[in-house]
């Protein structure tokens, strides 16, 4: 039974599937704008949304918890462009733009991630 079990797997087992997506967070917020597939986009989306409100309050706490889950570079771009960026806002820091065209070989949804 999959009761409060949530999230995709992505063809992936635990470990491997969170190092998969701290890196495609990382390649995210370094590029602002990564086309991917349909699920792993909306998989990373409330991962980074949620660093972003942790980098706005602005914080040594803050840094350092984005500095467990991202990498370093990634990490002082959300705390010091990124989540400045984003100070009046609220929420709903990016949006996922679904594609039309399929991936060639598997035939996957294809979709961008972009920062509002």
Do not use: C, W
């Given at each position: 039974?999959?009761?409060?079990?949530?999230?995709?797997?992505l063809?992936?087992?635990?470990?491997?599937?969170r190092?998969?997506?701290?890196i495609?967070?990382?390649n995210?917020?370094?590029?602002?704008?990564?086309?991917?597939?349909?699920?792993?986009?909306?998989?990373?989306?409330?991962?980074?949304?949620?660093?972003?409100?942790?980098?706005k309050?602005?914080?040594?706490?803050a840094?350092?918890?984005?500095?467990?889950?991202?990498?370093?570079?990634?990490?002082?771009?959300?705390?010091?462009?990124l989540?400045?960026?984003y100070k009046?806002r609220?929420?709903?820091y990016?949006?996922?733009?679904?594609?039309?065209?399929?991936?060639?070989?598997?035939?996957?949804?294809?979709?961008?991630?972009?920062?509002?």
């Amino acid at each position: 039974m999959r009761h409060l079990k949530k999230g995709r797997k992505l063809g992936l087992k635990r470990g491997p599937r969170r190092a998969f997506l701290r890196i495609l967070a990382s390649n995210f917020v370094m590029k602002e704008r990564i086309r991917t597939t349909e699920a792993r986009a909306k998989e990373i989306k409330p991962l980074v949304e949620r660093l972003i409100t942790h980098g706005k309050k602005q914080n040594v706490a803050a840094l350092r918890i984005l500095m467990t889950r991202l990498s370093k570079p990634a990490a002082y771009k959300v705390y010091y462009e990124l989540s400045p960026r984003y100070k009046e806002r609220k929420g709903g820091y990016t949006r996922v733009v679904k594609h039309m065209q399929m991936r060639k070989n598997d035939a996957s949804k294809m979709a961008t991630i972009e920062f509002i």
